[in-house]
T-cell receptor, first 110, second 114 residues
């Protein structure tokens, strides 16, 4: 069983739609939860991070963590063509090592 | 956050040869990490590189195949040795961002072994 499972996609949505991305993890020891965005031929860049259950909002992005069900989500509101990228969830403990989901490729159609 | 310069950005190599990938960070960082990203798969951690000590390798990765150097707090190299087509992948370095999240990644090295 992989440590982090991510809905594989790909997702294609019209501009302005809400994008919903999800991951589940298996180890309750994970304490830190992150979403990265990766454009083609670039390294991942951190979008959001959190270490507690609940919602965290940053502009059009909302990260949601439910530790009881080991489920993390990312919502993108009012999606734009510039949001077209691969989104990776990642989790870690205090050992600083990240475990990544496989990534979901999102295309926002103008 | 730190800026990481990684090179080369891509290379095509003959099987049996070695390639050294370099990462330069614009500030001092305690930990650097090396990942492999195979097509359609998640990033897999190869090893953790700390300055002044040997790298720590994850299960399935060995020093003879992926020797790592960390001569100072701003630089690290990963060598992919005795390459085979199965080593074709994207290799990425990152720092630890001063905490357990918020890491910065290099732009990656796209390696093709023929």
């Amino acid at each position: 069983q992989k440590e982090v499972e991510q809905d594989p996609g790909p997702l294609s949505v019209p501009e302005g739609a809400i994008v919903s991305l999800n991951c589940t993890y298996s180890n309750s020891a994970f304490q830190y939860f992150m979403w990265y965005r990766q454009y083609s031929r670039k390294g991942p860049e951190l979008l959001m991070y959190t270490y507690s259950s609940g919602n965290k909002e940053d502009g059009r992005f909302t990260a949601q963590v439910d530790k009881s069900s080991k489920y993390i989500s990312l919502f993108i509101r009012d999606s734009q063509p510039s949001d077209s990228a691969t989104y990776l969830c990642a989790v870690s403990t205090n050992d600083y090592k990240l475990s990544f989901g496989a990534g979901t490729t999102v295309t926002v159609r103008a | 956050s730190a800026v990481i310069s990684q090179k080369p950005s891509r290379d095509i190599c003959q099987r049996g040869t070695s390639l050294t990938i370099q990462c330069q960070v614009d500030s001092q960082v305690t930990m650097m990490f090396w990942y492999r990203q195979q097509p359609g798969q998640s990033l897999t951690l190869i090893a953790t590189a700390n300055q002044g000590s040997e790298a720590t390798y994850e299960s399935g990765f060995v020093i003879d195949k992926f020797p790592i150097s960390r001569p100072n707090l701003t630089f690290s190299t990963l060598t992919v040795s005795n390459m085979s087509p199965e080593d074709s992948s994207i290799y990425l370095c990152s720092d630890n961002g001063g905490g357990p999240y918020g890491y910065t990644f290099g732009s990656g090295t796209r390696l093709t072994v023929v």
